[in-house]
Nanobody, 119 residues
Framework: QLQLVESGGGLVQPGGSLTLSCAAS????????IGWFRQAPGKQRELVAA???????NYADSVKGRFTISRDNAKNTVYLQMNSLKFEDTAVYYC?????????????WGRGALVTVSS
């Protein structure tokens, strides 16, 4: 079965840290670009961080300097290290991988992991 599974979400106090993991099964992530998205209640889903197959990264302005995306192809897993968490980081976090091969586009989404920042 081809799927992405997020883990590592939970409840954290403001200023705290969490690391999300996104593990792929049934396929290898090596050639895929990966993105972490989040969706807060009542808001649209937004891109938080992305990493290419070559390891280049980019971040939303709201998380620059606080979040770090990384990938471990040997473990077929992508991570999102989140530091200095704020109330406004509360959301369901999703990972997505995508691959373009000529006219063929392939992507997979995980089901999401809830991150709640609360005191």
């Amino acid at each position: 079965q081809l799927q992405l599974v997020e883990s590592g979400g939970g409840l954290v106090q403001p200023g705290g840290s969490l690391t999300l993991s996104c593990a792929a099964s049934g396929f290898t992530l090596d050639d895929y670009g990966i993105g972490w998205f989040r969706q807060a209640p009542g808001k649209q889903r937004e891109l938080v961080a992305a990493i290419t197959s070559g390891g280049s990264t980019n971040y939303a302005d709201s998380v620059k300097g606080r979040f770090t995306i990384s990938r471990d192809n040997a473990k077929n897993t992508v991570y999102l290290q989140m530091n200095s968490l704020k109330f406004e980081d509360t959301a369901v976090y999703y990972c997505k991988c995508a691959l373009d091969q000529g006219v063929r586009h392939t992507e997979y989404w995980g089901r999401g992991a809830l991150v709640t920042v609360s005191s």
